[in-house]
């Protein structure tokens, strides 16, 4: 969480960026009269209408908690879902050994493998 907001250049307590509402960081600057980009006018809606939960106009630590990791979401599952969709060539619902070591990119790198790991204690890997 700490490093997320130091990223952002942004503290935990509160925004440090000029405009309370919109974390940037070194990603977007408004220069003059310049037309704000499509994913800044996101990232603001996204502020108002979700993550300001107690409409103070910044973030505390458990709004930010909150966004960076949800508590409704599993990650570990996401992860599980992605790498079936993208691997099941025949759309079965299952993978073969063919199917996982065409895809041994994805399982590399993720860390539903162990980054690759898991892989390496089975044989028919």
């Known amino acids: 969480l700490k490093a997320s907001c130091q990223s952002l250049e942004w503290g935990c307590g509160g925004w440090e960026d000029p405009d309370p509402a919109l974390p940037t960081g070194d990603m977007y600057s408004q220069d ?3 037309d ?3 994913w800044v006018k996101t990232e603001r809606e996204q502020f108002v209408e979700f993550r300001d939960k ?3 106009g910044k973030m505390d630590k458990e709004e930010t908690k909150d966004w960076i990791l949800p508590s409704d979401y599993d990650h570990a599952e996401a992860e599980a879902r992605h ?3 993208e691997s099941d060539q025949d759309k079965d619902g299952k993978l073969t050994r063919e ?3 065409d895809k041994s990119d994805l399982f590399v790198g993720s860390q539903a493998t162990d980054f690759g790991e898991a ?3 089975h044989d028919e890997f």
């Open 54 to 56: 107690n409409r103070d």
């Open 36 to 38: 704000e980009p499509e």
């Open 99 to 101: 199917e996982i070591v």
């Open 32 to 34: 003059g009269d310049a």
């Open 119 to 121: 892989l390496v204690r």
């Open 83 to 85: 790498l079936v969709y």
